[in-house]
């Protein structure tokens, strides 16, 4: 039996999860438990929001505290998956939702933020007991996408923000139990196990031109979420209102193109990132506005010259958005 499990469902509303969830692999997913692989790869807890109040007198000693709030934020790290999975975790990350509030799946929440999920989170305990939450009304702080020569397999990183924790000492709710949410079953197998690896990069980066000798590439995404907790002890409302977006390539040391006339020159690189397996992919499309932001020679004594560059995203007026996603 797993010491713990991790299931994300979809949210039809801010706080409210689907009303029967439908779990991986079952088509039509809107439920998926998540491989937690390493130590502590989710890490959100409630918090509480504490102000300090010194002794006073001259005397630089705290005398006690107090909070009115409770933050939910946390890490989750895991393998980028080729498939369902991937699509339902970058499209929470980074899909707006559209003018009929249908995709990225249908939620009554406002056209242009970002869809909800809640988490549910279980702890095998020192009794053999399963201590099991549920965070409500997550949203997606901010990303990376991750892969290389030497890491081999694409990893996806995310910073989480939650409303409300179930089971708190603050209202009457509880925690969910094992029929809620049950422990992931290994037949049929609710783990995904074909994450995408490096080789599948191949032909898939695009800075100005196609680039074929590169040796790592990362994307990072900081969405800005405004929040307010308007007199509550939880989050009450979370929006997205901007974002900021970065790829970094490490490339070969090669006379074309010619990146550092790009780069002092400020000239606009389309740019694109896909990952394909042959069955999969995902697409990043930071269209034909971006500028490379930083350009730094890397020219070690022992080993090839390469380059590393941070490209910038920026609003594209042509398209009207800045990044876009695709799956196949």
């Known amino acids: 039996m797993a010491r713990e499990f991790l299931l994300l469902v979809q949210e039809s509303a801010y706080k409210t999860p ?3 969830p439908v779990y991986w692999p079952t088509a039509s997913a809107n439920a998926y ?8 790869v989710f890490t959100m807890r409630p918090r509480p929001v504490m102000v300090a109040v010194p002794y006073g007198g001259g005397v630089a000693i705290d005398a006690f505290r107090v909070s009115d709030k409770i933050e939910c934020k946390g890490r989750l790290t895991t393998k980028l998956y080729a498939g369902p999975l991937s699509q339902f975790l970058l499209q929470w990350a980074a899909q ?3 003018t ?3 995709s990225p799946w249908t939620t009554t929440e406002p056209a242009g933020d970002l869809a909800s999920v809640a988490i549910y989170h279980a702890i095998a ?3 053999g007991s399963i201590k099991r939450r549920v965070y409500l009304g997550c949203k997606v702080d901010g990303w990376d996408v991750e892969v290389s020569e030497d890491g081999t397999i694409a990893t996806l990183s995310m910073d989480l923000s939650a409303s409300t924790p179930q089971g708190n000492q603050f209202d009457s709710s509880t925690d969910p139990t094992g029929t809620t949410f049950p422990a992931p079953t290994d037949n049929p197998n609710q783990m995904p196990i074909n994450p995408y690896v490096f080789v599948h990069a191949s032909g898939g980066l695009t800075i100005g031109s196609a680039r074929t000798q590169f040796q790592s590439i990362k994307l990072s995404v900081k969405n800005q979420i405004a929040r307010r907790f308007w007199a509550n002890r939880f989050v009450n409302l979370m929006r997205f209102v901007g974002r900021s977006t970065t790829l970094q390539a ?3 040391y090669a006379p074309s193109p010619d990146d550092r006339t790009a780069y002092e020159g400020l000239t606009a690189e389309t740019t694109t990132y896909a ?3 042959g069955t999969h992919s995902v697409t990043f499309t930071l269209n034909t506005a971006s500028v490379i932001s930083q350009f730094e020679d890397q020219l070690p004594l022992n080993d090839l010259y390469t380059q590393t560059m941070t490209v910038a995203n920026q609003w594209d007026p042509t398209t009207g958005n800045d990044l876009a996603l695709s799956f196949t």
């Open 18 to 20: 689907v009303a029967s």
């Open 33 to 40: 438990y998540i491989r937690l692989d390493g130590a502590n």
């Open 96 to 98: 707006q939702i559209n």
């Open 100 to 102: 009929g509030q249908t």
């Open 125 to 127: 305990r020192s009794d």
């Open 250 to 252: 490490v490339n070969f």
């Open 275 to 277: 990952l394909n397996n």
